[in-house]
């Protein structure tokens, strides 16, 4: 299953010709003063929470990626905006469906909603895709990548961006992976997130399921395994990443049909799981992509 664009209305089209976009932003924004309205409290929980509410719908915050969940083809279904961004959210006007609700709070009370120190002024709940496992395979030959207890979101998000950026077809998040929706990944993954098959699953079940359609297991080592650059990546692959600290554990190991590891300078502790999935990542689309032999 991929995103698709929906068709989009215009401005003219929701309020007629003689309307320029500041009268329709005054139009369609509802004022809200306190930080204990029910819609500013749902988005302050859904931060909070980083999983999909009841109707499937996860917080994001900042211009960029509410572009990039338009662009993605999701729905927003609220968009919150701060009194100094009414300029930031104009611009958005064009490309929202005429559904999405638009709140407008006082600074204060949007700062009281939102994760970061310095907000931008625009937040929104969005619906997102859901994806199954045959997703994160799809289309063959598939190159999925499989974390294991991956906890740092900032590197989520990363692994994530390279893996849309170098035709990843999915991932695998297994057990004590953080969210996919937390509020660091998704900025991250600078609105890859969206479009990346992203599904939970449970570790060892997920891995005998590749291997039955012919995936081959990679697991990551910061130190020993077949040099990456010599390991064939051009069939189905799914790539194993480990925790930050411990790595990928024994008894998954022990599943994985090889063990690959990036060459590094021997002053270097180690590469973060997120640079190290992305250089492993760079090196099978290089394949895939060149016709250079191997070396």
Same mark, same amino acid.
């Given at each position: 299953?991929?995103?698709?664009?929906?068709?989009?209305?215009?401005?003219?089209?929701?309020?007629?010709?003689?309307?320029?976009?500041?009268?329709?932003?005054?139009?369609?924004?509802?004022?809200?003063?306190?930080?204990?309205?029910?819609? #500013?409290?749902?988005?302050?929980?859904?931060?909070?929470?980083? #999983?999909?509410?009841?109707?499937?719908? /996860?917080?994001?915050?900042?211009?960029?990626?509410?572009?990039?969940?338009?662009?993605?083809?999701?729905?927003?279904?609220?968009?919150?905006?701060?009194?100094?961004?009414?300029?930031?959210?104009?611009?958005?006007?064009?490309?929202?469906?005429?559904?999405?609700?638009?709140?407008?709070?006082?600074?204060?009370?949007?700062?009281?909603? /939102?994760?970061?120190?310095?907000?931008?002024?625009?937040?929104?709940?969005?619906?997102?895709?859901?994806?199954?496992? !045959?997703?994160?395979?799809?289309?063959?030959?598939?190159?999925?990548?499989?974390?294991?207890?991956?906890?740092?979101?900032?590197?989520?998000?990363?692994?994530?961006?390279?893996?849309?950026?170098?035709?990843?077809?999915?991932?695998?998040?297994?057990?004590?992976?953080?969210?996919?929706?937390?509020?660091?990944?998704?900025?991250?993954?600078?609105?890859?997130?969206?479009?990346?098959?992203?599904?939970?699953? !449970?570790?060892?079940?997920?891995?005998?399921?590749?291997?039955?359609?012919?995936?081959?297991?990679?697991?990551?080592?910061?130190?020993?395994?077949?040099?990456? @650059?010599? /390991?064939?990546?051009?069939?189905? /692959?799914?790539?194993?990443?480990?925790?930050?600290?411990?790595?990928?554990?024994?008894?998954?190991?022990?599943?994985?049909?090889?063990?690959?590891?990036?060459?590094?300078? @021997?002053?270097?502790?180690?590469?973060?799981?997120?640079?190290?999935?992305?250089?492993?990542?760079?090196?099978?689309?290089?394949?895939?992509? @060149?016709?250079?032999?191997?070396?």
């Amino acid at each position: 299953m991929r995103l698709q664009h929906p068709a989009r209305c215009t401005i003219d089209a929701y309020f007629g010709n003689d309307m320029n976009q500041s009268e329709v932003l005054e139009n369609r924004l509802r004022r809200v003063v306190s930080r204990h309205n029910a819609r #500013v409290k749902e988005l302050r929980r859904a931060f909070h929470d980083a #999983v999909p509410n009841g109707r499937g719908e /996860v917080a994001i915050e900042g211009m960029h990626l509410l572009e990039e969940a338009i662009r993605s083809g999701l729905r927003l279904a609220t968009v919150f905006c701060g009194e100094s961004a009414t300029e930031r959210v104009q611009k958005l006007l064009p490309q929202m469906s005429s559904h999405t609700e638009l709140l407008l709070l006082p600074d204060d009370t949007f700062s009281s909603a /939102v994760p970061t120190e310095k907000p931008q002024g625009l937040a929104a709940l969005v619906k997102v895709k859901s994806f199954t496992f !045959e997703d994160a395979l799809s289309p063959g030959p598939a190159l999925v990548v499989i974390s294991a207890g991956l906890q740092d979101p900032g590197n989520l998000g990363t692994m994530v961006r390279s893996a849309e950026a170098f035709g990843a077809t999915g991932l695998l998040l297994g057990e004590r992976t953080v969210s996919p929706w937390n509020w660091k990944a998704l900025r991250a993954s600078a609105g890859s997130m969206f479009r990346v098959p992203a599904v939970r699953v !449970e570790l060892a079940s997920a891995l005998e399921k590749v291997r039955e359609r012919g995936v081959r297991v990679l697991a990551t080592s910061s130190r020993t395994g077949d040099l990456i @650059s010599r /390991v064939d990546l051009r069939g189905p /692959v799914a790539l194993l990443v480990g925790n930050e600290g411990s790595g990928v554990p024994k008894d998954l190991l022990a599943k994985a049909d090889e063990v690959v590891a990036i060459p590094q300078s @021997s002053r270097v502790e180690s590469l973060n799981a997120g640079i190290a999935a992305s250089v492993i990542l760079y090196e099978a689309a290089r394949q895939r992509n @060149s016709s250079l032999p191997r070396h």
